[in-house]
Every structure is written in C-alpha cells, then in structure tokens.
C-alpha cells in the first residue's frame, strides 16, 4: 500500500462513452500526476499539478481532461477514445515537483 | 532534454543467481536517480534512490545499485535472486531543478527454478 488509491482498477468503455478515472493521496504532498503506460512504449507523462494548479500538458488530447478539485484529488475524464488509448493509467504523488513519486496501482482501461 | 536508457529488455536468470540491470542516463549535470520495481498488474513501487552522498544505495528486497557519474550509469544488481524477484524494473531520473521523472523502458527480470 503506497497511500496512493485509485478507482476503478479497471474499467471497459465504449468509444462514444464518458467516464473518470479518480486517484486520491493521503501522503500530505502537493504534487501529482497522471501516466500512461502502454505495452512495448516508455511511462509517458500525461499532467502534472502542483498545489493544485496544472503545470504540465504533454500534448495530451483534449478528450483527456484532467481536473483536481484539491491537493489530495486527482480526476481524469475521459470522453470519446479511441481504441489506442487502450492501457494501464497510473496516478503518483510527490511531496513536490520532481521528488520521488508514489505510485498507485493503476486503472486498466480498454477502448472498445 | 534528460533520457534513460536500460538496454536490456529482457533478463532470464536462475533462482539464487546474480544480476545486474543497466541503467545510463543522458545527463552529467545534478541528478537524482530511481529504480521501480512493476510486479504484474500493479503500480511502480520504489527500489531505491540516490540523492547525494555515497555513490552506493541500498534499497528493499536486498537490491543495491551504484551511482558513476563518470559513466552516467545506475547500474541495479542484487547477488542472490528469488522467484518472487520476477517483475519488470525501472529506472528513472530528475535532473536538478526539473520537474519531470524520466522513465526508461523497463527491463523484464524474469527468475527461473
């Protein structure tokens, strides 16, 4: 247990579907983020927020929309993906930006 | 822009073997450096990280690993493996000042009876 929770662990969504993926920390710290890890392809950073305010957008797509509502809260919805956006999205917290991260354990989607 | 690099994707080795894990980084300048360890269908847990001070790190599961600055290596080794050990492990990295964790691929350390 990391202290990092997500929810759901996994989730099957069709392409016209909206959902979110929550992730919650306990750990005190300012920092969090949201990635994608995909078969065969490195962790990529998707966002990055720090004392709530967004400070990173790797080019992500716009039907990724992250929200957080507070420094223990983290929200990605999602709205009309595409089958390659099919992977595992892993949330992690940090006591600030750059820090070593805490992971939670992932919310397995698949595009269908 | 920092980059890792672990070259070798796939490591077999037997139970109660040695291992090494390669890990360069592309940076000379201050870093700090990671290693996560991914076992199937879970989050990336922490190994073991250095910050500064001694270039030697040990962290859990009896896993150590050598900071060399002059090689810009990280490399994570453990003398003695167990089943349990099989998981894909991975290195990361910041370099002073950035925000950002720099993953590399990951190496697949696969134990055999």
């Known amino acids: 247990e990391t202290g990092v929770t997500q929810t759901p662990r996994h989730l099957v969504m069709g392409m016209t579907n909206k959902k979110s993926l929550k992730c919650e920390q306990h750990?005190?710290?300012?920092?969090m983020y949201w990635y994608k890890q995909s078969a065969k392809k490195p962790l990529e950073l998707m966002f990055v927020?720090?004392?709530?305010?967004?400070?990173e957008n790797n080019s992500v797509p716009s039907r990724f929309s992250p929200e957080c509502p507070n420094s223990s809260h983290l929200f990605l919805h999602l709205h009309t993906l595409q089958p390659e956006d099919s992977a595992l999205y892993l949330c992690?917290?940090?006591?600030?930006?750059?820090?070593?991260?805490?992971f939670g354990q992932g919310t397995r989607l698949t595009v269908v | 822009a920092q980059s890792v690099t672990q070259l070798d994707s796939q490591v077999p080795v037997f139970e109660e073997a040695p291992v090494e894990l390669r890990c360069n980084y592309s940076?000379?300048?201050?870093?700090?450096l990671f290693w996560y360890v991914q076992y199937p269908n879970q989050g990336l847990q922490l190994l073991l990280k250095y910050l500064s001070g001694s270039t030697l790190v040990k962290g859990i599961n009896g896993f150590e690993a050598e900071f060399n600055k002059s090689q810009t290596s990280f490399h994570l080794r453990k003398p003695s493996v167990h089943i349990s050990d099989t998981a894909e492990y991975f290195c990361?990295?910041?370099?002073?000042?950035?925000?950002?964790?720099?993953f590399g691929k990951g190496t697949k350390l696969t134990v055999n009876p």
């Open positions: 927020y720090n004392f709530k305010e967004q400070t």
């Open positions: 750990l005190g710290h300012n920092a």
């Open positions: 940076s000379s300048v201050s870093v700090y």
């Open positions: 992690a917290s940090s006591r600030n930006r750059g820090w070593e991260a805490f």
């Open positions: 990361a990295v910041v370099q002073g000042g950035s925000e950002k964790l720099v």
